[in-house]
């Protein structure tokens, strides 16, 4: 394992593994920290052009972890360290925080800062075992925050500062002890220096239950603008009144509105949440679908349904075709071609509807709806794999999968596109009943 410092064009993987490492806290209950985004590229290639930006390799010189840090009351604040899972618990977090150390020694800093989760396993107590030791409110400097990735949600709380204690002992004197990092680099509190009504960022974000590292998006953003920089340090502060504005941001992503639908609400924007309802409403439909096959699985264990095969004849149709914008959209994709091709095309007695559907569905694909009619383009014939679905529509995927299963059995290779033929009206049955014939064709074995 070496420790080097970052490379231009390795910044991208710095967001990979920051993106990799933070799916460790969904499996806590902390969804919001996974789906936080990573450090944006500009920030990233600000600490690898100011020279506080590493990386850990493997034998392959490919980064497996990283940490960035910045000058915060003249200290090294660890703003970022993320290690790959796959390379976690290997001690790699450990050596490049050592490392850090041993840069802060050969600069002349007295001590390493960060702050993080109180609670988390990998966060407080991880950092005690390396050395670090809990700083109390009467410690803090200007700069410290909250906890990393902290955010607004019943239940959590901002973990405390920690401040470096045994490692920067082996080689630094006695200016690293942490009674001593409550005064500022310039000698004098740096609050002197603007309105004494404006707070530090490391306070204002105590008080708005945000991170510090929000705090910087959000200014980056143009979303909440600090109420001064320190032209000299870059410090942002804040003024009091502003935690309103912070915490309804927070309150806002809590309840996972978009940063852009975020800015809209602040300024008032007549419905601007009309969208991310309906949003969250599709979600929570189609959460109740995926519970009711879910449910059937239980019951009726995994899908065996019996599959024979079929010769289909060549019939005259009109075909409509809908654009898909991913498999969640098949539903209305199929639903708004065949409403469109029985509202246009005229037919006697029952309707024998069919939708095709490619093998292989992408981000965006062709759904299309056939109509048999008199006289039309030709939907092509020939010998299909074929089995019944009975129930709802939102379940032919459990059909399919049996389908599915028996041609990979049988080396049968796989051509779409993969037919649903509806024979009930959904008009006049129950979900529960609705019959479909799920047909996919065959070629001969190679």
Request: aromatic share 6%.
């Amino acid at each position: 394992m070496r420790i080097r410092a970052v490379r231009q064009a390795e910044l991208p993987l710095l967001r990979d593994i920051e993106r990799a490492a933070g799916e460790g806290f969904r499996d806590i209950g902390m969804p919001q920290i996974a789906d936080d985004d990573p450090l944006p590229l500009t920030t990233l290639a600000a600490y690898h052009q100011a020279g506080r930006a590493w990386v850990a390799t493997d034998p392959t010189d490919v980064p497996v972890g990283y940490l960035i840090a910045d000058v915060v009351d003249g200290n090294l604040h660890i703003e970022q360290v993320s290690v790959h899972p796959r390379r976690a618990r290997r001690g790699i977090g450990r050596r490049l925080v050592d490392h850090l150390a041993a840069y802060a020694t050969a600069t002349g800093v007295p001590a390493l800062t960060l702050t993080t989760f109180a609670d988390v396993p990998w966060n407080a107590p991880y950092y005690t075992r390396c050395g670090f030791v809990t700083l109390h409110d009467s410690d803090l400097t200007p700069g410290c925050g909250p906890s990393v990735d902290a955010k607004p949600h019943t239940g959590w709380t901002a973990g405390p500062a920690f401040a470096c204690a045994e490692t920067c002992k082996r080689t630094c004197d006695e200016r690293a002890r942490p009674t001593n990092l409550d005064s500022s680099p310039v000698g004098g509190s740096m609050l002197g220096r603007v309105n004494g009504d404006l707070l530090p960022i490391g306070q204002f974000a105590r008080l708005s239950r945000l991170s510090v590292k929000q705090l910087r998006h959000y200014d980056e953003l143009g979303l909440l603008v600090p109420a001064h920089v320190d032209a000299d340090s870059g410090y942002r502060y804040y003024r009091r009144d502003q935690a309103r504005e912070a915490l309804s941001i927070g309150l806002l992503r809590s309840l996972d509105v978009p940063l852009p639908v975020v800015a809209q609400v602040l300024a008032g924007t007549t419905g601007a949440l009309e969208g991310v309802r309906e949003t969250l409403d599709a979600e929570l439909a189609r959460r109740r679908r995926t519970l009711a096959a879910l449910e059937r699985v239980m019951a009726e264990g995994l899908p065996a349904t019996p599959v024979r095969v079929v010769t289909e004849p060549a019939r005259p149709v009109v075909m409509v075709r809908e654009t898909a914008a991913g498999p969640a959209d098949v539903a209305r994709a199929t639903s708004a071609a065949i409403a469109r091709l029985l509202a246009t095309t005229p037919f006697d007695g029952p309707p024998w509807l069919v939708g095709l559907f490619p093998i292989e569905l992408a981000d965006s694909f062709e759904v299309r709806a056939a109509l048999a009619v008199n006289a039309g383009e030709t939907l092509p014939g020939g010998t299909f794999a074929s089995a019944t679905h009975v129930g709802p529509y939102d379940q032919i995927s459990l059909t399919a999968h049996a389908v599915l299963a028996w041609c990979a059995e049988r080396g049968h290779p796989l051509r779409g596109p993969i037919r649903e033929v509806y024979v009930s009206d959904p008009a006049v049955t129950a979900p529960e009943q609705l019959v479909t014939h799920l047909m996919i064709p065959l070629e001969d074995r190679p």
